[in-house]
């Protein structure tokens, strides 16, 4: 019997044997970790390199069964094509048929106990050369007995009956599983309709009709049908097909001779049409829903806008589509049709309206750019009417006599357009895009009507003055924090200018009063601060074209003219001023420059008003910086005060090149003083070096040319005068510029000397002299090194 001791005497005996047995473990432990240090230190014994692991294949098995089996059906299409064309006539009647019923036969039987082996893709390609092989049995049998049936018409017999086989073939329960045979008996029933109209000498009406219908009809499978080849084929059927009939009746639509031809393609584009809500109806995702609605929507249009056009005048084709395409639109409002199709219909529609609006482009540039061409013809005398105002340079478009309507139409609909949503963007632009169209009615509806030239102006000058006003009245709102609307009115305005401006041209009269009247009101629309980037270098511009026409009026000389265009950058520096928006101030600035350069242009021909211009230009240039955020143009205007003052003295004929640098010179070193006194850190070459090179090197060139003394004497004494100061000041410029024109100086006085003695001695003195001085100068070539960077380092010290 087993003995138990006493539960003292057990867990004594039970806690010795577990501390036996991890003082094992710990021992164990501490081996391993030795003899993995060992093994670690060791380097593994050379051994032969493991072998290679074999190439992966390069192909995948499934992959190289289909393509050995599709090269073997294609050898085997190829072999009983060759044979039916080129061996058929060996046989009798009875072999053909026995040969061609058995072959094809077995052929079809085939896949069935090949699938039932589980050979699918082998049935696959045996049952696609039975279905080519029945293509060639209707070859033969036409060969043999229907040879003198038209060709296109027994096509389309056989491709009918093909089809209805293939797929008799492919829906039969021993076959049910191939996938080949229903996609060929789709393709396949492509054809029929189409060579049956052929056949038939349809003519185009009757072609397209076959197309559509077969389109219909593959759409009608794409949606009905559950295999995915099926789908995919009836789908690229639908869509080709679809496409050819529906491009071919919109053709025959746009080339319609009359009413009758054009209802019968509008048929055939309504079909087209239904074609595409029927798909749309049927399918589910919601990108395809609106876009076949829209190509239903522009398909509708073209039919119902070509039956229209037809019977309309060719000047009223544009707004026969464009009615079609605002009714749609409407028609889609007031219907209850799903969202993804009131977004494709609305598609529709605004292509429409995008095209037609595209139609005016012409006439909106004639309107724009054709009064350019009175520009050569200034004053030459008043049109009879606004289409001679506006056709001076180009050529009158056809068909334009409808052009404001389209505008005007498009225009309202947009207006229209959101209008339970105001404040949204969407409705902004909307806003921004009528207001657009609608100056674009105005500006061509004058040359359309062609009323009277002072007509024609009063009626611009309208549309700018209406539209600044629109402009004005605008205000930024959250959804167009950069006020999109007013932009879309204040550009078209400005834009209107231009061409009213370059219209008045033709008489003295209307160009004063239009100039004059085009300044007061883009002036008065600069006021407001989010139309003044636009309208206030308008304005200066207006007023520019206004001072030369005043003064050209008035028989003055261009010089003259061009002290009264001066006003207009003084009254740009004036407005500048105190203007806030850099983006208003900037424009104005430029604007201003550009009139001071054509007054500096108009006066340059006269020395004397040319002075006066500049010294103007200074003036003004001056009185802007002032201001601090205009600072460093105080240097522009200097040099205009000095150009002033050559351009002066030269109109006075004075040659003297002191009167030309003292008055740069001077204002220079004043600058000079003023900034090292501001900076004491500034270099002595930026602050005094410009002033300094401008006053003694012209004056350095002319004495040395001037066989007088007085002005080397005065030359030198003046340099003579800023090298002590250099010296005194320790200042680098003065004291090197100085010196330098000094010792050039002296060197003049004594030149006349010098060429003196050297006649005077021999020829052999020159040259001994020349190696007495390369000699002392070897000699002491050391102490001239150092003698030399001490000077370096004296002038290093100084400023």
Known sequence: MTYFPPPPEELRLIDAELLQLDARRAHLLARRAWLLGVLRAVPPAPGP????????????????????????????????????????????????SLV????????????????????????????????????????????????QTDGTAYAAVAAAVLAAGWAAYGLLPP????????????????????????????????VATAVLVTAGADTAAALRASAPAVRVTAALGACGLGAWG???????????????????????????????????????????????????????VAAVGGTARSALPAVWTVPAYLACGIALSAAVRQGRLPQPARRGAAVASGAVQGLAVLSAVPLVGVALLGPAGWVPRIWSGAPDGAREAVTAGLVWPPYAQTVPLVTAAVAAVLLFADRRRPGTATRSRAVAGALVLGWASVLVLPPVLDVPYAADLAVLGA????????????????????????????????????????????SRPATLAVLATVTVVLAAAARRPHLSPVTAPAALACGTGLACATGAAAGWEPQYTALLVLVVPAVAA??????????????????????ALLAVGLSARDASMLSLVLTL???????????????????????????????????????????????????????????????????????????????????????????????????????????????????????????????????????????????????????????????????????????????????????
């Open 246 to 300: 529906a491009l071919t009746a919109a053709w025959l639509s746009w080339t319609a001779p009359g009413p009758g031809a054009a209802a019968r393609a509008a048929a055939l584009l309504l079909l087209a049409a239904g074609i595409a809500v029927a798909a749309a109806r049927w399918t589910v995702s919601e990108e395809h829903v609106a876009g076949l609605a829209a190509t239903a929507g522009l398909l509708a």
């Open 175 to 206: 076959a049910g599983g191939l996938r080949l045979p229903l996609p060929a008996a789709l393709a396949a029933a492509q054809l029929p309709l189409l060579l049956w109209a052929v056949a038939a000498d349809a003519g185009t009406y009757g």
């Open 617 to 799: 230009c200074a003036v003004i240039v001056s009185a802007t910086a002032v201001r601090t955020d205009r600072r460093p143009l105080g240097h522009a205007a200097a040099a205009l005060f000095v150009l002033a003052a050559w351009v002066r003295l030269a109109a006075w004929d004075v040659t003297t090149p002191e009167a030309y640098t003292l008055p740069a010179a001077v204002p220079a070193l004043a600058v000079g003083v003023l900034r090292r006194r501001r900076d004491p850190r500034t270099s002595s070459w930026t602050a005094y070096g410009p002033g300094l090179a401008v006053a003694f090197l012209p004056s350095l060139a002319a004495a040395w040319a001037d066989p007088h003394w007085l002005r080397p004497l005065l030359l030198g004494a003046a340099a003579l005068a800023v090298t002590l100061l250099g010296a005194r000041h320790r200042l680098r410029a003065p004291l090197a510029l100085g010196g330098t024109v000094l010792v050039l100086d002296a060197l003049h006085e004594l030149a006349p000397y010098l060429v003196q003695i050297v006649g005077a001695l021999p020829r052999w003195v020159p040259p001994a002299l020349a190696g007495l001085l390369l000699l002392a100068v070897g000699a002491t070539y050391e102490r001239r090194l150092r003698d030399m960077r001490r000077v370096r380092e004296v002038l290093g010290r100084m400023d």
């Open 463 to 506: 549309l700018t003055a209406g539209l600044l006003a629109a402009a004005a009245s605008m205000r930024p709102s959250p959804a167009e924090p950069q006020g999109g609307a007013a932009v879309a009115a204040v550009v078209p305005a400005v834009v209107t200018s231009v061409p009213l401006v370059l219209t008045s041209l033709a």
């Open 574 to 595: 004036l407005f500048a001023a105190p203007t806030a928006q850099a983006r208003t101030r900037v424009p104005v600035e430029a604007a201003g420059a550009g009139a």
């Open 49 to 96: 390199p493991p072998a290679p692991a074999p190439p992966g294949p390069e192909a995948a098995a499934p992959r190289v069964q289909n393509v050995l089996l599709l090269l073997g059906g294609v050898l085997l299409t190829v072999a009983a094509i060759a044979f039916t064309v080129v061996g058929w006539g060996s046989l009798g009647i009875a072999g053909r």
């Open 100 to 147: 061609l019923g058995g072959v094809t036969t077995a052929v079809l039987a085939a896949p069935v106990p090949l699938r039932s082996r589980g050979l699918g893709s082998t049935a696959e390609s045996v049952a696609g050369l039975g279905l080519a092989l029945t293509v060639l049995d209707a070859y033969a049998l036409h060969r043999v007995s229907f040879a």
